[in-house]
Each structure stands twice: as structure tokens, then as C-alpha cells.
């Protein structure tokens, strides 16, 4: 059910923020702030939410000077959501931030500018804040049998992504609680006429509360899964499982 709608029937903004909400209240003002603070306004935000029962909804009705949408319901959890939310998006392009995260005042900025330097750009790739630490703006399709991690900055946040690539490698699956993100990630490194460009500016703060940091043995399983039917080698893959099982050992147990 559509709770909010403030866009212009007529406007199609060149880029649209995803959010998935699920009883998000404690951590929408920040993402809030930040979106109400990007110094280009020209843009969308599009929140898919999963029928919270806290003040989720309510901040949301309450948020004023934004082009944006939200629909509420019932799901099958984050993916089901970003699917949703993708449907409902007038942008050519999306950029997925939790309800976590933050994006920087010049994010839409960098963003549009990165998009007008490189002519039919797929993909753009902004470098991430996590925590302490800066990743800087990478995509190396190489690094796959390593894993999505290895292969770009962060979905979330990071990622720039062309909309009408649902069309031709599909939405997120909803075979994965957690990595089916990763698994997108694969399929577009694994298309050799993807053109990528890079932002080497920070374009926002990823935020570590969410649902790929919350069970990290469920992220490691499907990770695994998705690598096993993504690369050739499989016993290699079940030997970096082992690895990065033992080097997350205090979080599984």
C-alpha cells in the first residue's frame, strides 16, 4: 500500500535512493538528515517497507521537501523489498541505502558528475566509509573467485547502478536471506560489456547494524552457495569457506 507519494507525476529524476525499512525508527533520522542535506535535490527517494509496527511509518509521513515514495507491506524480507522498490523507481539509475547508513551532502553531486563523464555508464563505484576505515572506489570482476566483497567497494552506498540491468540479469533473487545482492554482483561481473566508471570521492557512511551483519554464519553459508554455483573450482571455494570460517569463529559461535 502506497502511505506516501510526493512526486511529480511528470518528473523523471535521473537518479533514485532505495531504502528497505522493517521497523527501521531507530535508525531513519540519520539516513533522513543526510538525504534532506544533498546539495543537488534533483533526485527521488523510493522506500519499500516491510509493515513496521514501530515509528517507522510515522517519521516517513512526517519527512517534508523530498520527491519521494512509500509503500508498505507485508514481504519476504530485504530483497523482496529492493525488487519492489526497483519497480516503483522513475530514476534511470538507483543507488541502495539502509536505513543505516548516510550518504554524504555532495553524494547525488559526485554521482551525476561520474555519470556524465563516462557516456552510457552501467555501473559507478564511489569509495565508502566503514566504521574507521575508507574503501576506496574498485571494481575488479577478476577477484570473483574471491567473492562479490572482492570484486566492488560495497553495494550499499557504493554502487551506482543502471536500472534496466534488472531487465537483462535479473532481480534480486529471493533464494538468499542475506547475499543475494552478492550474487547480482556476480552475474554484472561476469558480463563483459559492463562500463563501469569510478568515483573516487567518499559518497557516504555504510552503516554495520544490518541484516549482513547480524547472523554472520547464514551470510558465510550463502556465500558459499552463491560461489559454488558461480565459479568453476568448487573445492577451492570450500576451502576459503573454511578460512573464513576459523577467522570469524568468535562471531559464529
Same mark, same amino acid.
Given at each position: 500500500m502506497i502511505v506516501v507519494d510526493t512526486r511529480d507525476s511528470r518528473s523523471k529524476p535521473l537518479i533514485s535512493i532505495i531504502t528497505a525499512t522493517y521497523n527501521?525508527?531507530?535508525? !531513519?533520522?540519520?539516513?533522513?538528515? @543526510?538525504?534532506?542535506?544533498?546539495? +543537488?535535490r534533483d533526485f527521488e527517494w523510493v522506500v519499500a +517497507?516491510?509493515?513496521?509496527?514501530d515509528d517507522t511509518l510515522d517519521?516517513?509521513?512526517? %519527512?517534508e521537501g523530498l520527491s519521494m515514495v512509500v509503500d508498505s507491506r507485508p514481504d519476504c524480507g530485504i530483497y523482496d523489498a529492493f525488487n519492489r522498490a526497483i519497480r516503483l523507481a522513475r530514476g534511470e539509475y538507483y543507488v541502495i541505502c539502509g536505513a543505516d547508513d548516510i550518504l554524504y551532502a555532495n553524494a547525488i553531486d559526485l554521482y551525476k558528475q561520474s555519470v556524465a563523464k563516462c557516456d552510457g555508464v552501467d555501473v559507478v563505484v564511489g569509495a565508502v566509509r566503514f566504521g574507521e576505515n575508507i574503501r576506496q572506489a574498485f571494481w575488479h570482476p577478476e577477484n570473483g573467485w574471491r567473492?562479490?566483497?572482492?570484486?566492488v567497494t560495497a553495494? @550499499? &552506498?557504493g554502487m551506482l547502478i543502471k536500472t534496466g540491468l534488472h531487465q537483462s540479469h535479473g532481480e534480486y533473487s529471493l533464494s538468499y536471506k542475506q547475499c543475494a545482492d552478492a550474487l547480482f554482483i556476480k552475474k554484472l561481473a561476469q558480463d563483459s560489456h559492463l562500463k563501469i566508471g569510478l568515483c573516487p570521492s567518499i559518497v557516504?557512511?555504510?552503516?554495520?547494524?544490518? %541484516? @549482513? #551483519?547480524?547472523? %554472520?554464519? #547464514?551470510? !558465510?553459508?550463502?556465500?558459499? @552457495?552463491?560461489?559454488?554455483?558461480?565459479?568453476?573450482?568448487?573445492? !577451492?571455494? &570450500?576451502v576459503l569457506f573454511a578460512l573464513r !570460517? %576459523?577467522?570469524n569463529i568468535?562471531? &559464529?559461535i
Open positions: 527501521a525508527a531507530c535508525h !531513519l533520522p540519520k539516513l533522513i538528515e @543526510s538525504i534532506k542535506a544533498q546539495i +543537488d +517497507d516491510g509493515a513496521s509496527s517519521l516517513l509521513r512526517h %519527512v567473492g562479490a566483497h572482492d570484486i553495494h @550499499s &552506498v557516504g557512511f555504510f552503516g554495520l547494524e544490518g %541484516v @549482513s #551483519n547480524n547472523n %554472520v554464519l #547464514n551470510g !558465510l553459508c550463502e556465500g558459499l @552457495s552463491i560461489q559454488l554455483n558461480t565459479e568453476k573450482f568448487r573445492f !577451492l571455494q &570450500v !570460517l %576459523v577467522k568468535r562471531n &559464529v
